[in-house]
């Protein structure tokens, strides 16, 4: 191998510094906007609200493990979604007055009875979490099948 110039040092430096900086901002960046499924939900159920203190109609998000979750009292009983939407990975919101499940930054919106997609760009439903009432307290889980063994 030849002898290394100053110059070509310092062009190799140079470039290891620019990936390094690429990598350093980009890697966080796409973790962020795609985040990885309900694999890094917890093992144990999470109690989220006391029964009593969530009539019909009202919703709350909640921390549930890395993400949050969505839990709507709907009519129909309670259901609980992750609340990351599916598009970009916003964090959805429920809207009282219109009865849905709605993404802020580009207009998608969800059905709470399901989580499926009513309108604009997300490709898939919400994910569906599990929720229950136990003892007077709100709980959610993962779903069976995704739930960490
Ligand atoms: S991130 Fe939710 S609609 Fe685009």
């Known amino acids: 191998m030849g002898d290394v110039t100053r110059r070509d040092f310092m062009k190799i430096a140079g470039w290891a510094a620019a990936v390094t900086s690429f990598s350093a ?14 694999s ?7 109690m989220v609200a006391d029964a009593s203190a969530f009539p019909v109609g009202e919703a709350r998000v909640v ?3 890395r993400y949050p979750a969505l839990i709507i009292h709907t009519s129909d009983g309670l259901r609980a979604y992750s609340a990351v939407c599916t598009h970009f990975a916003c964090i959805v919101k429920w809207n009282a007055e219109t009865g ?11 059905d709470p009875a399901d989580g499926s997609v009513l309108a604009g760009p997300p490709p898939t439903p919400l994910a569906a979490l599990d929720v229950y009432t ?7 889980a993962a779903p069976q099948e995704d739930a960490p063994q």
Do not use: M, N, R, S
């Not at 901002?25 to 309900?38: F, M």
């Open 25 to 38: 901002v980009t890697v966080p960046l796409i973790a962020y906007l795609y985040p990885k499924d309900l």
């Open 40 to 46: 890094e939900t917890p093992a144990d159920p999470v």
């Open 63 to 65: 921390q549930f493990g």
């Open 100 to 110: 849905e499940i709605e993404c802020p930054c580009h207009e998608g919106y969800f």
């Open 134 to 140: 136990e003892g007077g307290q709100v709980y959610v």
